[in-house]
T-cell receptor, first 112, second 112 residues
């Protein structure tokens, strides 16, 4: 099993550009989520999905879009990048939130 | 006040010392997670607890549901234990568990 994979590992964007962060898992997990990690703050939930075709907002959803067309993939789209979106982004998956959580390696995004 | 608080924020120990990291939470939960993140690295799940105590090698995690408190202990600490340790709770709201709330982490440095 590859576990949870994320691409790219690093990305630099200019303000206003858009991009998609990819996340995939091969463990047949229903629950997938995106977090951002900023210095001095705990991980914060951006969006999550409890299964294919079902997504919902977390605590910091503005400026981000998600879709879940398959169980395996959960891409995160930045619609119009802003410097405030400079962060490290982690994708995670699990059977549910009362089971072990599996995290991807992270994407370090810088918006200039 | 944060819903999940960890103490201490920073901890320096000598190799071989017994280490305790604490986590207190103020919300209803269905599970508590301890995670480890090495500098510049990904996030790995160490434990998932809903009651009692779990042990894995030199690591022990306990939870007291009534007191809303958990501890992570490291026995015979080693420099390779140097990392950020993150407490997260599976938050129960409206009868469902649909998100994790994270503490800000404890940065542990174990000196040889």
């Amino acid at each position: 099993n590859a576990g949870v994979t994320q691409t790219p590992k690093f990305q630099v964007l200019k303000t206003g550009q858009s991009m998609t962060l990819q996340c995939a898992q091969d463990m047949n997990h229903e629950y997938m989520s995106w977090y951002r990690q900023d210095p001095g703050m705990g991980l914060r939930l951006i969006h999550y999905s409890v299964g294919a075709g079902i997504t919902d907002q977390g605590e910091v959803p503005n400026g981000y879009n998600v879709s879940r067309s398959t169980t395996e993939d959960f891409p995160l789209r930045l619609l119009s990048a802003a410097p405030s979106q400079t962060s490290v982004y982690f994708c995670a998956s699990s059977y549910s939130l009362i089971y072990e959580q599996y995290f991807g390696p992270g994407t370090r995004l810088t918006v200039t | 006040k944060n819903e999940v608080e960890q103490s201490p924020q920073n901890l320096t120990a000598q190799e071989g010392e017994f280490i305790t990291i604490n986590c207190s939470y103020s919300v209803g939960i269905s599970a508590l997670h301890w995670l480890q993140q090495h500098p510049g690295g990904g996030i790995v799940s160490l434990f998932m607890l809903s009651s009692g105590k779990k042990k894995h090698g030199r690591l022990i995690a306990t939870i007291n549901i009534q007191e809303k408190h958990s501890s992570l202990h490291i026995t015979a600490s080693h420099p390779r234990d140097s990392a950020v340790y993150i407490c997260a709770v599976s938050y129960v709201y409206g009868g469902a568990t649909n998100k994790l709330i994270f503490g800000t982490g404890t940065l542990l440095a174990v000196q040889p």
